[in-house]
């Protein structure tokens, strides 16, 4: 009789457990739906209510020479900020990885440490240095390489340079741990069987790195989309982005619809990014495969 109760009771526990993980997900689930979803839902209701029809503001906003400019040049920036910060951050990793030990990780700190600042603080130092009396202007005309300052700031590659200084400590972050994860018996191996220096960096090491590099890319690529301080401050109005077009609808024309359009293409974008780069990150492991 025991014994049939306390199978009635695991039993019952049994049937109890799987619900206890939702139990415990339902107040983070409920607040992203709150706090994300809706918000989201809203503004892409919003931008779907031009008196012309649903996609008339959409229609509207991508025939303009202009905005597709401004896309186009988005496009660049976000791609040359993304393989500028990746080719950095895997070569610091790289470096970081082999150090090891208290000076690695002291050398490590001091690369994330802008991470510990804001992105207004870190583009206003940029500012500084690009300036026409700035650090490179006054060290070029010192060495006598220039006559006159150089035109270095409000600019896109202004904005690349503030943008890779902003995401490169994330992808050190990302590939370092990746980097030590790979076991040492697999590089000994592959230079055991004669792999050169670069064929042990191409076909064993940058293979196993791929799932970290496409994290990184994702995280850099849609970050640059929707960096607005470092764009602003090194950018000008003559090199608008869609992040500062989207403020310069909302809070100097007040053209509410048009940013939410904006905002809806900023959104569309960036899940044409993240479903291409996991693309390429499937079709890369099928490669190694």
Request: glycine share 8%; aromatic share 8%.
């Amino acid at each position: 009789m025991n014994s049939v109760v306390q199978t009635a009771q695991q039993g019952g526990k049994a049937d109890k457990r799987p619900a206890l993980p939702f139990v415990l997900a339902a107040p983070a689930v409920f607040a992203l739906l709150v706090f994300l979803v809706l918000p989201v839902a809203v503004l892409i209701g919003e931008s779907l209510t031009g008196p012309g029809g649903a996609l008339e503001p959409y229609v509207k906003f991508l025939s303009s020479g202009y905005n597709q400019r401004v896309i186009w040049r988005t496009l660049q920036i976000a791609g040359a900020t993304t393989l500028l910060a990746l080719a950095l951050g895997l070569i610091v990793a790289s470096a970081l990885a082999r150090i090891g030990g208290t000076l690695g990780q002291i050398l490590l700190f001091l690369c994330v440490f802008p991470l510990l600042t804001s992105a207004l603080v870190r583009s206003f130092a940029w500012m500084v240095i690009l300036g026409r009396q700035g650090l490179v202007n006054t060290g070029l005309q010192g060495i006598g390489l220039i006559d006159a300052p150089l035109s270095l700031l409000f600019n896109p590659t202004a904005m690349v340079i503030g943008l890779v200084y902003l995401f490169t400590p994330l992808a050190i972050l990302t590939l370092k741990g990746a980097i030590e994860a790979i076991a040492p018996q697999v590089r000994e191996a592959a230079t055991t069987l004669g792999a050169t220096p670069i064929r042990l960096f191409t076909q064993v090491t940058l293979p196993l790195l791929v799932p970290s590099l496409i994290v990184s890319a994702v995280l850099i690529f849609t970050g640059s989309l929707a960096a607005f301080a470092t764009a602003r401050l090194l950018g000008s109005e003559r090199h608008m982005i869609l992040p500062t077009l989207l403020h310069e609808k909302v809070m100097v024309s007040f053209d509410w619809a048009a940013g939410s359009v904006i905002a809806a293409v900023m959104l569309v974008l960036s899940f044409a990014a993240i479903t291409l780069f996991n693309a390429l990150g499937r079709r890369a492991n099928r490669m190694v495969d």
